[in-house]
């Protein structure tokens, strides 16, 4: 097996109950199982497409381009604020 | 009011025209039916009443002032909970966003106020638009209206079950693999996924962005064209968003040209597992096609078979990126956490259902070290042979693909839930266009009766609604 969910889920920063790992463990490892056919066909010197558009590079004119903020508005989802500013726990403990 | 079944945009804007009736009639009675009608449905996850009475007001002022209006003006619309309306709570399905409340509007939303469309509120998806029947929302089952027992598809199950139970006029969905045509295909209705790029995604919720489009829903063809048009075009703020020129071709397809489309049949797509009534009525639309003098071809698409191993290595891998901004920080729920790691695992942890966990997991791990290559990497490969498949059939003279939407009709709530790889084979036949950003939509076949939906797919090349809506005009005219 592949998939070492409890590891995958650290790298996800997401946390599972023992009975969800069990599931997932279970339900990926054939999910992996079946992506095995497509080691069957020759890709050597296929070209990987990255994205769902051919466009490039869509930059706008570079120049000052002034946008209207409302902070206000997005402060209005804080989960947590004081005085304005978004609030989170301590990096440290 | 008695005349709300069947109520299509056209038919709206001729009433309101001609006044048979006002727009805030009708917004009035809409609401008065939805009110008993989704107890059973559950297609809605919030209602705009207020505001949807508002801008029905608005339009029956300007026409009382002999203001020239948009079609749209007035038209009752329903919208995914995965875009966003300034003001109101957009939850894309999740318990994570259950109090988030939009800041700005999408693009779509913007279009189609400039319209004067009205909005009735927030249709219910499988949370954050990951699957195939509308079963994993936080907050409800949306339910078929053509059988109660049965799912309406998904993951826009909300929006397509509404507009099927004549609740709302049209909506708007998302479609990522599948999630506007095979809701459209099992409740009885039209939707349709746009060529990547022609919809702004802007103020859309990301679940994988190489593959999402939004899409409209209708109940003719003719509606679904009418407001695509009105969301289609260049949007600075969508960098994969492209300037494109639809003419009236769309709404108004000339027989003539529609006749002398050829259409294609690939023999992937008629494989075991297709449920035999789904054939038999695909068989019946394509010696329709004949009829109208269309010329009908098989054709080949070699690769896609690989397309569902493609797609589940792609999707989760964009999924597991997209979603990390849900991390409780900005926005959304918050769960007592000691320090800020502690923070992301609690609140993924309590926010996410099961099949955003799953999709998460194996996303992060195929773009992990040590299996990008042969995962993601590999699946980026196939994916441009996918694509190349469809172009060398365009480029055999071929200019529509014809093709089942999903291998059944709507199955049994509760039959697929266990095992997620059966219910990823629902979207077998309608993935490949997202891969290779391709329009695509859903027609329900003509006929039915009381028997359940059954919808088939037309595939055009890219920048080419026309086409497809084209066809599909013609066919439901004839």
């Known amino acids: 097996m592949d998939l070492k969910v409890d590891y995958v889920a650290k790298l996800a920063r997401i946390k599972l109950t023992p009975e969800e790992e069990a599931k997932f463990s279970e339900d990926l490892n054939k999910i992996l199982e079946h992506f095995k056919e497509l080691q069957s066909l020759n890709t050597d010197k296929i070209k990987p497409l990255t994205g769902g558009t051919d466009l490039k590079n869509t930059l706008r004119q570079d120049g000052e381009k002034i946008r209207e903020a409302d902070g206000s508005k997005l402060q209005k989802s804080f989960p947590d604020e004081e005085k304005g500013f978004l609030k989170v726990p301590p990096v440290f403990e | 009011m008695d005349n709300l079944k069947g109520l299509t945009i056209k038919k709206f804007s001729e009433g309101l025209r001609d006044k048979e009736f006002s727009a805030t009639e009708v917004t009035k009675s809409l609401f008065d039916y939805i009110d008993s009608k989704d107890k059973e449905i559950k297609a809605f996850l919030s209602l705009h009443k207020d505001d949807a009475l508002a801008r029905a007001g608005e339009v029956d002022a300007a026409l009382a002032s002999g203001e020239k209006l948009s079609s749209l003006a007035g038209v009752p619309i329903a919208i995914k909970d995965n875009m966003l309306i300034e003001g109101s709570i957009a939850t894309g399905g999740s318990k994570i966003l259950k109090d988030y409340k939009s800041s700005y509007d999408a693009t779509v939303i913007a279009k189609l106020k400039e319209n004067k469309a009205v909005f009735l509120g927030k249709t219910n998806l499988y949370e954050f638009a990951m699957g195939s029947s509308t079963e994993n929302s936080a907050f409800q089952i949306t339910r078929n209206p053509h059988d109660v027992s049965r799912v309406p598809g998904g993951s826009s199950g909300g929006s397509a079950a509404a507009v099927a139970s004549d609740m709302a006029v049209a909506a708007l969905g998302s479609d990522t693999g599948g999630s506007i045509r095979e809701p459209a295909s099992f409740c009885g209705v039209v939707g349709m996924k746009p060529t990547y790029g022609a919809v702004s995604?802007?103020?859309?919720?990301?679940?994988?962005?190489?593959?999402?489009?939004?899409?409209?829903?209708?109940?003719?063809?003719?509606?679904?064209?009418?407001?695509?048009?009105?969301?289609?075009?260049?949007?600075?703020?969508?960098?994969?968003?492209?300037?494109?020129?639809?003419?009236?071709?769309?709404?108004?397809?000339?027989?003539?040209?529609?006749?002398?489309?050829?259409?294609?049949?690939?023999?992937?797509?008629?494989?075991?597992?297709?449920?035999?009534?789904?054939?038999?009525?695909?068989?019946?639309?394509?010696?329709?096609?004949?009829?109208?003098?269309?010329?009908?071809?098989?054709?080949?698409?070699?690769?896609?078979?690989?397309?569902?191993?493609?797609?589940?290595?792609?999707?989760?891998?964009?999924?597991?990126?997209?979603?990390?901004?849900?991390?409780?920080?900005r926005y959304g729920t918050r769960e007592a956490a000691k320090n800020l790691t502690d923070l992301y695992y609690e609140d993924k942890g309590a926010g996410f259902g099961p099949e955003v966990k799953r999709r998460i997991i194996l996303g992060t791990f195929v773009l992990s070290a040590g299996y990008y290559e042969a995962y993601y990497a590999k699946a980026q490969k196939v994916r441009r042979l996918i694509k190349e498949d469809f172009e060398n059939v365009f480029k055999s003279g071929v200019d529509v693909i014809l093709t089942p939407v999903a291998p059944t009709p709507a199955f049994k709530i509760g039959e697929k839930t266990d095992n997620p790889l059966h219910m990823y084979l629902s979207d077998i036949f309608t993935i490949p266009l997202n891969l290779a950003g391709l329009p695509g939509i859903s027609i329900p076949v003509k006929g039915r009766g009381a028997k359940l939906p059954i919808g088939f797919q037309l595939i055009g090349r890219p920048w080419r609604e026309a086409d497809i809506l084209g066809l599909g005009q013609i066919y439901e005219r004839a």
């Open chain 2, 201 to 329: 995604r802007y103020g859309l919720m990301a679940m994988a962005s190489s593959l999402d489009q939004i899409g409209p829903f209708g109940k003719t063809v003719e509606d679904a064209a009418i407001l695509f048009k009105a969301i289609a075009g260049y949007d600075s703020k969508d960098a994969t968003s492209f300037q494109t020129d639809y003419g009236d071709e769309l709404t108004n397809p000339s027989l003539a040209d529609i006749k002398n489309l050829t259409v294609g049949i690939p023999e992937e797509y008629f494989v075991e597992g297709l449920d035999k009534e789904v054939g038999e009525a695909i068989d019946k639309v394509i010696a329709e096609i004949k009829n109208l003098g269309l010329k009908v071809k098989p054709v080949s698409l070699p690769h896609t078979k690989y397309a569902l191993s493609v797609y589940y290595i792609i999707m989760p891998a964009e999924v597991s990126t997209n979603l990390s901004r849900l991390d409780g920080i």
